[in-house]
């Protein structure tokens, strides 16, 4: 069967917009967590973001909107883009230059695109009320590309000419790791010979705000303890936005450019909870079958895992469910898999958080470190048991677990390798 390898990133991310930033941020422990302006009101209890450094999207306007200058976008493809559709395609960009694609590699039946995204509340809320208030003809004709859930796949895949399998994927956390495992199946199975891997989420008010109601979001106003996964005293997650883009291409590909890969994708597993349709199976049932069967389509045995890359996203349920998963899979190796969640810098990215975080594997496994759980004081009770490094730890990690989970009991898990 083709090997599947990772051979380009791309990041618009809280820490960093480049590999070289997002590691020294995850190497030094360095959050991208602002008291966000917009929250800033008596009425509002949520204070803190991750906030995107360098870019301003915050007007329905495309015209008004900044980003860096690197980033050459013509104003007919700006036009259809919510926010994260900009983060996206400037992840992107940077996707295919790092992994040294030409034209004829990217445009061609045999490379393809998944993404994952919510699509743009913020657009989406705009554009309805015009239609509302002001009559469906004064409604921009391309509102509904810019703003419904596939609006990253209708931009990317115009943008680069994308001619092989396209989709967009929908559930909810899990998105673009479900995104991932699909393209490694493609690859697998000789559908395709190259994929783009592409999660976005908006980040602004109307994409994290509504999580308050569900009383999920951390309600800290000091950005160093806003997000504590594992810590006895986290309260909550902290929203953010961003893109992240993950190429994937397989073995023969990866020999006829002569390019070095990040890391390998050994396989991935998936399975439900069964249980709830926002919280998850308390003993985390269908997390840790995920893992079983992600480790054993990989060929690992969890006693070759050296580090966990977790969901735990610093809610009170969600860390201690993962917490038992992990228990469950891992038994007497336990102490020897380190274990960290990468949010404690972050914050979640919602459907983004599975690309973004894999991507974080990929550097780590490329450059020989395993990521510190930032923030962490006192261990929550019920993690008792796992090895949680609160430093970055400069070891090579051989084989890594990437976990994700969404509403509805979703549960994925990734396996990745280091290339040697």
Excluded at 205 to 232: H, K, V, Y
Excluded at 247 to 275: C, F, I, K, M
């Amino acid at each position: 069967m083709p090997r599947v390898f990772i051979t380009g990133l791309g990041f618009i991310t809280s820490i960093g917009n480049d590999a070289a930033t997002v590691t020294r941020s995850l190497r030094e422990l360095r959050h991208g967590f602002e008291l966000y302006p917009p929250f800033q009101k008596p009425e509002i209890p949520v204070k803190v973001t991750g906030t995107i450094k360098g870019f301003t999207a915050d007007t329905p306007d495309q015209e008004d909107w900044t980003f860096p200058a690197a980033y050459k976008i013509k104003r007919e493809l700006l036009r259809t883009m919510a926010p994260n559709g900009l983060f996206a395609q400037c992840a992107m960009l940077q996707a295919v230059a790092d992994a040294r694609l030409t034209e004829p590699d990217i445009s061609n039946p045999q490379t393809g695109l998944y993404a994952a995204s919510a699509g743009s509340p913020f657009l989406l809320h705009y554009h309805h009320d015009r239609l509302t208030k002001l009559g469906v003809m004064r409604c921009s004709p391309l509102g509904i590309v810019a703003s419904i859930a596939g609006t990253l796949n209708f931009n990317l895949i115009a943008a680069f000419k994308i001619q092989g399998s396209s989709c967009g994927f929908s559930s909810a956390c899990a998105s673009s790791a479900h995104a991932l495992g699909y393209a490694y199946d493609d690859i697998m199975l000789g559908r395709q010979k190259r994929m783009f891997v592409v999660g976005a989420e908006d980040g602004n008010t109307d994409a994290i705000l509504p999580f308050a109601g569900m009383r999920t979001l951390s309600l800290q106003t000091d950005p160093n303890l806003a997000s504590r996964p594992f810590d006895a005293a986290r309260d909550g997650f902290v929203g953010t936005g961003g893109g992240v883009v993950m190429v994937l291409e397989n073995e023969e590909e990866v020999a006829r450019r002569g390019v070095t890969p990040y890391a390998e994708l050994l396989g991935w597993g998936q399975a439900s909870d069964g249980h709830n349709v926002a919280i998850s199976h308390p003993e985390g049932s269908g997390s840790a079958a995920s893992m079983t069967n992600a480790l054993r389509a990989s060929g690992v045995a969890p006693a070759e895992v050296d580090y966990v890359n977790a969901h735990a996203t610093s809610t009170l349920i969600g860390d201690i469910s993962e917490a038992r998963a992990l228990r469950t899979v891992f038994k007497e190796s336990l102490p020897k898999v380190a274990v960290s969640s990468t949010k404690a810098l972050t914050g979640h990215g919602l459907s983004l958080a599975g690309v973004m975080e894999s991507a974080f594997c990929a550097l780590a496994l490329r450059d020989g470190f395993i990521p510190g759980n930032a923030h962490l004081t006192q261990l929550d009770p019920e993690c008792e048991g796992l090895n949680i490094p609160c430093t970055t730890e400069a070891r090579q990690a051989g084989i890594v677990v990437k976990n994700s989970s969404g509403f509805g009991g979703a549960n994925v898990a990734l396996v990745y390798k280091r290339v040697t």
